[in-house]
C-alpha cells in the first residue's frame, strides 16, 4: 500500500525557515517523480515544486523560486522541501503527492496518492 | 504558465440533479487534464485523468469530457457524499497548474 506522511510543519516566525519531509513507503520511490502542492486556508490548491525520480531535475513554481529547495534522498524514501525567506502568504498545508511517472514533466501524469498534509504557519 | 478558469466558483444542486462543472485552458492541453475531488481537511482525490479516463475505483456517475481548451466534468445524478470542492489540472506543461476550484454546496 503506498504511504507518504509528511512532517515538519509548524509556526515560524516571517523571514524564517522551515523543511519539510515526506516518507513515502509501498513502492519504488525512485522510480517516481515527486510534487509538493500546498493549499492557503480557506484557498484553492496551489502547484509548488517538483522533482525527478532521480532527482537530477527539478521545477519551482515563481511564488517560492529562489527561496524553496525541493530535494529527496531515494536511499532513504524521503522527499524534502526546505523553506526560507518564509512570508505570511506561505501560511499553508503543504501536501506531498506521487506522480504517474519517473518525471514531472510528462504530460501523461496525474497525482493518484497524496499525504495528508502538514500546516506550516508564517507568523510576524 | 497556463491559467485554469473554473466556472462556476461555487454552486447549489439538490440530491440526484445532474451537475456540470467546466474548465477552460489558457491554451491549448490537449487531453491532458485532471479532475479531483477535496472535501474539508482531507487531501484531493483523483477523479478523472486524461479528461476523460475514470479512475479506477471512482463511481461511473462521474464523467469529464473536452480536449484543446474546454474540458467538462458532469456528475450524472448526485448523491450526498459528492458535496465537494472539485479542482481541474492540467498536466500538459509544468507547472501542473490547478483550476480555482469549484464548491458543489446542498440546496
Known amino acids: 500500500e503506498v504511504q507518504l506522511v509528511e512532517s515538519g510543519g509548524g509556526l515560524v516566525q516571517t523571514g524564517g525557515s522551515l523543511r519539510l519531509s515526506c516518507a513515502a513507503s509501498?513502492?519504488?520511490?525512485?522510480?517516481?517523480?515527486m510534487t509538493w502542492v500546498r493549499q492557503a486556508p480557506g484557498k484553492g490548491l496551489e502547484w509548488v515544486s517538483a522533482i525527478s525520480g532521480s532527482g537530477g531535475s527539478t521545477f519551482y513554481a515563481d511564488s517560492v523560486k529562489g527561496r524553496f529547495t525541493i530535494s529527496r534522498d531515494n536511499s532513504k524514501n524521503t522527499l524534502y522541501l526546505q523553506m526560507n525567506s518564509l512570508r505570511a502568504e506561505d501560511t499553508a498545508v503543504y501536501y506531498c503527492a506521487k506522480d504517474l511517472g519517473q518525471y514531472y514533466y510528462d504530460s501523461s501524469g496525474y497525482y493518484h496518492y497524496w499525504g495528508q498534509g502538514t500546516l506550516v504557519t508564517v507568523s510576524s | 504558465d497556463i491559467q485554469m478558469t473554473q466556472s462556476p466558483s461555487s454552486l447549489s444542486a439538490s440530491v440526484g440533479d445532474r451537475v456540470t462543472i467546466t474548465c477552460r485552458a489558457s491554451q491549448s492541453i490537449s487531453s491532458y487534464l485532471n479532475w479531483y475531488q477535496q472535501k474539508p481537511g482531507k487531501a484531493p482525490k483523483l477523479l478523472i485523468y486524461a479528461a476523460s479516463s475514470l479512475q479506477s475505483g471512482v463511481p461511473s456517475r462521474f464523467s469529464g469530457s473536452g480536449s484543446g481548451t474546454d474540458f467538462t466534468l458532469t456528475i450524472s445524478s448526485l448523491q450526498p457524499e459528492d458535496f465537494a470542492t472539485f479542482y481541474c489540472q492540467q498536466s500538459y506543461s509544468a507547472p501542473r497548474t490547478f483550476g480555482q476550484g469549484t464548491k458543489v454546496e446542498i440546496k
Open positions: 509501498g513502492f519504488t520511490f525512485s522510480s517516481y517523480a
